[in-house]
């Protein structure tokens, strides 16, 4: 698995396997046939409370040692760290994840073919503390051991960007917690090949027609110049067109779940996006709004706040 980049996404691999309904279940683990009886657990069965543990020494994840040294399971995908990371941070991308995946939190995924294609592609985020520590694990993890060990679709997520106590989960200003953003991208990944003619990333799905209104037009690369009257303008010419999908996705996602929607963030982002509350993507951008609330869908209807506590919320 060559590290496969882009802008914002950062994806290290965008493989995606066959769905297979794949994950733990009562006395479970890695292979456990899916079902009502699936809850969030680590790969010993055993509930999860987004307390890192060791990677073990022996076994299929001891493919990511010595450069990771713990983990959390949440729903059969991995979150691997390194020494540096801290745990707390570690335990609040784990949370970020389980809130992505079981939004209504009743301890089950919200998507089950969506979920099985994560599980079944070994979908993991890896958390080093900097990008600098990043660019240094690209010189020297092996992305062939890992596609051999049967982890495909991964995702990077610094420490220093992700912020338990930041915004979005507080309404004021701060820097903003890209836990939000980084594991969204992660899980999108089971949306796009589940759903591919709703929520796929290449041109013609229901995504990509309202990303191209979005942009004024279907650029497959970045133009010199967007239309005036264009509203996502990402201008990042190392992102092509599925990355652009990617990222559009999930500013309308989060502006639509009003993640986006706090003191600042308007100027701050407007450069690449201009719906940054609910009420501007309805007016602007009805066609996303429309599948974004399509009850035949799974998508999230809330955003993540950092606590997940199956069935005790009313949503």
């Known amino acids: 698995m060559g590290a496969v980049t882009s802008s914002g996404a950062r994806l290290l691999s965008v493989s995606l396997l066959a769905a297979i309904s794949v994950a733990c279940g009562e006395g479970g683990g890695p292979g456990a046939p899916y079902g009502a009886a699936v809850a969030l657990c680590f790969f010993d069965g055993s509930p999860a409370d987004f307390t890192p543990r060791q990677i073990p020494e022996s076994g299929r994840l001891s493919v990511f040692r010595p450069h990771f040294d713990r983990y959390l399971d949440v729903f059969g995908v991995l979150v691997v760290a390194t020494p540096t990371t801290g745990a707390a941070k570690v335990a609040h991308a784990g949370t970020i994840l389980a809130e992505w995946i079981d939004n209504d939190e009743d301890g089950l995924p919200d998507d089950a073919a969506a979920h099985a294609v994560l599980v079944a592609g070994g979908a993991f985020l890896v958390m080093p503390a900097t990008e600098d520590e990043m660019e240094e694990l690209h010189e020297s993890l092996s992305f062939e051991e890992l596609e051999e060990a049967g982890f495909h679709i991964g995702q990077d997520l610094y420490g220093d960007e992700t912020f338990p106590a930041g915004p979005p989960h507080v309404m004021g200003p701060g820097r903003f917690d890209a836990a939000l ?85 308007a100027e701050e982002i407007a450069h690449e996006w201009e719906c940054p509350t609910p009420e501007l993507l309805a007016a602007r951008d009805p066609a996303v709004v429309e599948l974004l609330t399509d009850p035949t869908l799974a998508v999230p209807r809330v955003l993540p706040d950092g606590r997940y506590a199956p069935s005790s919320r009313d949503r």
Do not use: I
């Open 181 to 265: 953003e980084e594991v969204l991208h992660l899980v999108s990944n089971g949306w796009v090949e589940a759903h591919p003619a709703a929520l796929g990333y290449r041109p013609g799905s229901r995504l990509t027609d309202a990303m191209d209104l979005a942009r004024g037009g279907r650029f497959r690369r970045v133009p010199r110049r967007y239309p005036e009257a264009a509203w996502y303008h990402y201008d990042d010419r190392t992102c092509d067109y599925e990355c652009m999908a990617a990222e559009y996705l999930y500013w309308a996602l989060t502006s639509h779940l009003g993640g986006q929607a706090f003191h600042g963030r």
